[in-house]
């Protein structure tokens, strides 16, 4: 039978696996907070005397800031900026760090002669 | 086993055509409409010789498309692999009905291929498993978990299949006035006949034609909209910021009075929460994708299929940064008090005709509804498949 190799993606083992986990980490992190990051901004930069009433699926009315900020009444190209952001620029950003992480492991690769 | 399968399609149909997922007729009129009609043919019969001429000779080809391809073609294979009735309608719609909180939708198709190549794609190719239920099943030492997986994967793609079938019923409503029960029939009949003749050819130039007439067909009708409502319609991906502007503002004819807020401020309609929870939830089943992954089996050098999702979410990108500028305009023209007919799941098909505009331009958008529709079904036909020949071999 074939041994069993233990592989963590928290304990990198040798140099190209230590590499790729720290560029895949960074990565992740940018995508993170500029996706989920930027929504909480919206919501702590939020002008609290702008309120709505919300009635949730299960019925219930709450009463929550609309998110009116300096982020949504700036114009950019525009868009309400912080529309700009989400519905353009993001996904832009995505093909980007799609595009580094590929030029980063061929490289990596080329290296290590994989 | 083949027994079940027989009861699931058949109470799948029935639920289908029946009222319960009935939607608004598009045609009441009940008119045969016959230009439409005779360029979707046209469209069928190109597929198809494009497949004819390009037929694959052994099973590489059928996948890599031969050596020619290269990395773009591979991507626009996936990019209209990916595209299907959700992306083209029902973007557009959501974001018209929930503004600023269906960008959601966006982000959450785009940003998981993030997560898919630098995650997913080296460890599925490095433990060498063609499918999930094989992964799942292997790696857990269990059979019950790949038939569960299993048994999952089918219940996920029958789910997946209701939205491209309703779909098709609106579009052949549209197009031949048939009640909407009838088109689900019909439609299904000349999709499967599609997909038998086209499946059995090559698979990735069809893909690539196919984008490539989505893509045309879906800005063409953009230029015009935005120049109609006086918007910067060089780039109408750009211009249709201004009316998400005005939208909120009033502005360009629209009064302050009646001017929708709701549409663009970021938590008028949901919570942040709600908006956290369905990102997430797309962005991790994005990264899932079978027909996505599976590409990275079949490529000789992985640094290729890196390559062709690096182009693939390029491709996509063009798509969903024109999606929110039609559910914006709809909305502006419905401000405006344009008269037309408004359903939000036909918004893109809608859009021209609400700024006033000819017909024709609405079939445009028909036209590509009409090749992605057929694209999807070809590769959740594909799913299917492979699944239930998964199960199959697990029972």
Not at chain 2, 17 to 38: D, H, Q, R, Y
Not at chain 2, 96 to 119: C, D, Q, R
Request: charged content about 10%; glycine content about 10%; overall charge positive.
């Amino acid at each position: 039978m074939e041994k069993d190799i233990n592989i963590n993606f928290f304990k990198p083992v040798g140099e190209f696996m230590t590499k790729d986990v720290a560029m895949k980490k960074k990565l992740i992190l940018i995508w993170f907070f500029a996706t989920y990051g930027f929504l909480f901004l919206l919501k702590m930069v939020a002008n609290p005397d702008d309120v709505v009433q919300l009635t949730l699926n299960t019925g219930e009315v709450i009463t929550q800031v609309s998110g009116k900020s300096f982020l949504t009444e700036t114009q950019f190209m525009g868009f309400p900026f912080h529309f700009w952001y989400s519905a353009q620029f993001l996904i832009g950003l995505f093909i980007f760090l799609c595009y580094v992480y590929c030029k980063f492991i061929d490289k990596l690769e080329a290296e290590h002669g994989k | 086993m083949k027994r079940i399968m027989q009861w699931g399609l058949s109470l799948f149909f029935v639920l289908m055509s029946s009222n319960a997922f009935a939607v608004t007729n598009l045609n009441p009129e009940g008119k045969f409409k016959v230009i439409p009609a005779l360029l979707m043919i046209s469209l069928l019969v190109l597929f198809v010789m494009v497949g004819v001429f390009s037929k694959a000779q052994n099973t590489e080809d059928y996948w890599a498309a031969g050596r020619g391809v290269g990395q773009i073609g591979g991507g626009m294979a996936i990019a209209s692999n990916w595209m299907s009735a959700a992306s083209y309608l029902g973007m557009a719609g959501l974001i018209y009905l929930k503004g600023y909180f269906a960008i959601s939708y966006v982000l959450g198709w785009t940003g998981g291929y993030v997560l898919l190549l630098v995650l997913m794609a080296g460890q599925v190719r490095r433990y060498g498993k063609y499918t999930a239920p094989d992964f799942v099943g292997d790696r857990y030492y269990s059979t019950t978990a790949r038939l569960m997986s299993a048994l999952i994967v089918i219940l996920i793609s029958f789910v997946y299949a209701i939205g491209q079938y309703k779909g098709i019923g609106m579009m052949f409503n549209w197009i031949f006035g048939i009640n909407y029960q009838t088109s689900v029939f019909v439609g299904t009949g000349v999709v499967l006949a599609y997909v038998l003749i086209s499946g059995m050819l090559g698979a990735t130039k069809n893909m690539q034609v196919q984008y490539v007439v989505i893509v045309i067909t879906f800005f063409l009708p953009l230029f015009f909209i935005a120049s109609k409502l006086g918007y910067f319609s060089a780039v109408p991906q750009i211009g249709y910021g201004a009316a998400v502007y005005d939208i909120g503002h009033g502005g360009n004819g629209i009064s302050a009075a009646v001017a929708d807020p709701s549409y663009y401020l970021p938590f008028a309609k949901y919570t942040m929460y709600h908006w956290f929870a369905l990102c997430m939830t797309l962005m991790l089943g994005t990264a899932g994708l079978p027909h996505v992954i599976g590409r990275f089996y079949v490529v000789p050098r992985v640094s290729d299929a890196r390559w062709q999702v690096v182009w693939g979410l390029f491709c996509i990108a063009l798509v969903y940064w024109t999606a929110p500028a039609y559910a914006s305009f709809a909305k502006f023209s419905n401000l405006l008090g344009t008269s037309g007919t408004i359903t939000p799941d036909a918004i893109v098909v809608n859009a021209a005709e609400l700024a006033g505009l000819p017909e024709w331009l609405s079939l445009l958008t028909q036209l590509s509804l009409l090749v992605c529709l057929s694209g999807s079904l070809v590769s959740s036909q594909l799913v299917v498949f492979l699944r239930r020949s998964q199960l199959l071999v697990v029972c």
